[in-house]
């Protein structure tokens, strides 16, 4: 009884020394954290690690014979992830989609320092070690994705042991005001474990840089390459303790001293949950028969109907059957004019349509696909296709149908604006699904007689007569947009 009475007395005590020292949700000085709390982050072992990130880059290139050659580039990067829950014997840890995952294709937007525009990821991997300078293999850690969320600049990693996990609460980054003090764990430069502290200097900025969208603060701390993924905690005034607040994922070009942090409020539930969800400004479209309609309307009116898929040109007509006959193009098009996919896209009373014949480029044309030969994955991979051109197709289209309102007003002038920033985010981070797209298509075989594009616009070939459509949730429904880096 007795000590259940001190321990009531030492929390009280600590709750008193941490309100006498701050106002507000979060303190302005270190002197606001409570001696419990400083003997905790004294004794407690490090729930921040150092994470090596290796990818694996095949390139193609024409040699001095004039013949197509292909290499092979490796490049290393370093990174921070602090563990944050057990499932079993596994545990979570919280880190940057940055620092979990490499451009599948190396572009002007998607650099890798090494590697030339143009590569392909082919293999990559993530490990937690000692430092940089760690070449003992045998003790690292691998780690698997769970969850990637470009927008935020978040991923949840997985580890198959049980590490040491962070001790304080998540905070409420909505409370954080400027001059807050704050604390980050991580390793700058993959070098050293170090801790570094700072101040808020803004409490609130929006990040809408490239395919991110989130919102951040900014901090004055000292912070560096390889800290990416880093916790940023700061002291409650209720309890004295820490609390994390954030995880720190960018600096401003030639500032030093500024640092962003991606605010925690809106990280929680995909913590919890392991799922992405839609954010505001990010909400999949509904691709139902309204949306249809505006497609075949827009494919009419347009002369050549063409649209962006992902880095790709891909381009839809409607038949006099009724079908949409979505055509995606190679890289070097308009080199080469002949699609590597050709889809089409059935009417359907209920729904924007379903799934109808597949063609692949043969050797002398266009031949249909028997999807159901194929496994699960190129199922897959088609279904989603067909979704993203769906969208995409409906994106641009609305998008030039708004265009000649932007002059109208600045409400209309804004709107616009806000459309072709969502059009570019949404093509942007289609990089790597329309690549795995792409693979898929290489190695699928048609079969039957070989047709041009043109024929397959304008009449309904036999072979789509005997196809069977496929119907998915994906196909039919509304469509989600994947974004990934």
């Not at 001696?35 to 982050?41: H, I, S, T």
């Not at 999807?371 to 994955?377: F, P, Y």
Request: aromatic share 6%; charged share 20%; with cysteine.
């Amino acid at each position: 009884m007795r000590l259940a009475i001190a321990a009531m007395v030492m929390l009280a005590s600590q709750h008193g020394y941490a309100a006498d020292r701050c106002a507000g949700d979060y303190a302005e000085d270190l002197t606001a954290l409570s001696p419990g709390a400083r003997e905790l982050e004294a004794r407690a072992p490090s729930y921040s690690y150092a994470v090596r990130t290796t990818a694996t880059y095949e390139c193609v290139s024409y040699g001095t014979d004039a013949n197509l050659k292909t290499t092979r580039v490796s490049a290393t990067a370093y990174g921070t992830a602090f563990g944050y829950r057990h499932v079993g014997d596994d545990t979570l840890l919280l880190t940057n989609q940055h620092v979990a995952e490499w451009p599948a294709v190396t572009d002007a937007d998607h650099a890798v320092d090494g590697v030339p525009t143009g590569c392909k990821r082919v293999s990559d991997a993530l490990k937690i070690v000692d430092n940089d300078q760690d070449d003992y293999a045998p003790d690292d850690v691998a780690l698997t994705r769970v969850i990637v969320d470009p927008t935020l600049d978040v991923a949840v990693l997985r580890a198959k042991t049980k590490l040491d996990i962070m001790p304080w609460k998540v905070g409420h980054s909505s409370g954080v005001a400027a001059r807050a003090m704050i604390e980050v764990k991580g390793f700058p430069l993959g070098a050293f474990r170090a801790t570094n502290v700072g101040k808020v200097i803004s409490a609130y900025d929006h990040d809408d840089y490239g395919q991110w969208n989130h919102d951040d603060f900014v901090v004055d701390a000292l912070l560096t390459h390889g800290g990416s993924g880093s916790p940023v905690l700061a002291i409650s005034c209720t309890t004295g303790e820490w609390e994390l607040v954030g995880i720190f994922h960018a600096h401003y070009s030639n500032a030093n001293a500024l640092n962003v942090v991606v605010a925690i409020d809106q990280v929680k539930e995909l913590m919890t949950t392991l799922k992405r969800t839609p954010k505001h400004g990010d909400a999949a479209l509904v691709l139902d028969v309204a949306a249809r309609t505006r497609v075949e309307h827009a494919a009419n009116a347009s002369d050549p109907p063409f649209f962006a898929f992902g880095s790709l040109t891909a381009s839809v007509r409607p038949r006099a059957d009724g079908a949409l006959v979505f055509a995606v193009y190679p890289a070097d098009f308009p080199a080469t004019t002949r699609p590597v996919l050709v889809i089409e896209d059935v009417p359907d009373p209920k729904s924007f349509g379903m799934l109808g014949t597949v063609y692949v480029s043969g050797a002398d044309g266009l031949q249909a696909v028997t999807l159901a030969d194929t496994d699960a994955d190129t199922q897959v991979q088609v279904t989603r296709a067909l979704a993203m051109l769906r969208t995409d197709a409906l994106s641009a289209f609305d998008y030039r149908d708004a265009l000649p309102s932007a002059d109208h007003s600045r409400d209309s002038y804004e709107k616009v604006a806000g459309q072709k920033k969502s059009l570019g985010k949404l093509l942007d981070g289609q990089h790597e699904s329309v690549q795995a797209i792409v693979d898929v298509t290489r190695k699928l075989k048609g079969t039957g007689t070989a047709l041009r594009l043109a024929d397959l616009e304008t009449i309904a070939p036999a072979a789509a007569e005997s196809a069977v459509p496929m119907t998915t949730a994906t196909a039919t429904g509304t469509a989600t947009i994947e974004v990934t880096h």
